[in-house]
């Protein structure tokens, strides 16, 4: 039990750095975005596949790095309320300078949201072999992914129901968006929060085979 504490409180300097290259990328990302539609600089490339793949690694990593991190740390509360405020704040300033490619539901809110729900879930998950985790959260984020990027999951409502704009929120914000909804950054907790758990369990199986200080140690 010591052995683990003190693991727990030990800073793993190769995450650091790729939470630090990966953060470079994420301001490098953004800074062309404001270019391109804030200013409406010509970039083609930033509009092509290679850009998206660009995007969805650094959001990736970041996913991971949080489910990989939680047991890096004790402010699960602390940390889960500022990521989910930044995410907030976020959705506020689009909505009111760029409505029309406005962030709904982006990063920032997924991961903030994950935090708080495993401060919940912590001490269930804790007793799933770390093994089983890993595969079975990343099987399961891939089978989601795979049919929310294809055609995103729209539950059959009443017309009353459909009217009923805090539910559509809510719905959108599990991972089931309903007609006319749009988000220039959106990650739902389907099937983001597998990945999460992903990084949580890898962080586990690694204890677990003591790799983590060999792997990511100094």
Same mark, same amino acid.
């Given at each position: ?29 953004? %800074? ?5 539609? /804030?200013?409406?600089?010509?970039? !083609? ?13 650094? =959001? @990736? ?37 760029? !409505? ?13 949201? =994950? ?21 079975? #959260? %990343? ?6 992914? #795979? @049919? ?6 729209? /539950?059959?409502?009443?017309? $009353? ?9 809510? /719905? ?23 990945? %999460? ?15 983590? $200080? ?5």
């Amino acid at each position: 039990m010591l052995l683990e504490t003190t693991q727990i409180k030990q800073r793993l300097p190769f995450i650091d750095l790729i939470r630090g290259i990966t953060i470079i990328e994420m301001i490098s990302y953004h %800074f062309l975005w404001d270019l391109v539609y /804030l200013y409406n600089a010509d970039i !083609p490339w930033y509009k092509s596949h290679g850009a998206y793949i660009w995007q969805q690694s650094i =959001c @990736w990593t970041f996913i991971l790095l949080a489910g990989f991190s939680w047991h890096l740390g004790k402010k699960h509360m602390k940390r889960g309320l500022w990521a989910f405020g930044g995410g907030v704040v976020i959705s506020l300033v689009t909505a009111i300078v760029l !409505p029309n490619d406005r962030v709904r539901y982006g990063v920032l809110t997924l991961i903030g949201s =994950c935090i708080l729900i495993w401060i919940l879930l912590d001490k269930v998950l804790k007793k799933i072999p770390a093994g089983v985790g890993v595969s079975v #959260s %990343f099987v399961l984020f891939l089978i989601l992914r #795979s @049919w929310t990027k294809q055609d995103p999951i729209q /539950l059959s409502l009443s017309d $009353n129901l459909l009217n009923v704009t805090w539910l559509k929120s809510v /719905l959108a914000y599990i991972g089931f968006p309903q007609a006319g909804f749009s988000s220039t950054d959106y990650f739902p907790l389907l099937p983001w929060i597998f990945l %999460f758990a992903t990084g949580y369990f890898l962080y586990s199986f690694l204890q677990e085979k003591g790799l983590i $200080n060999r792997l990511f140690g100094k």
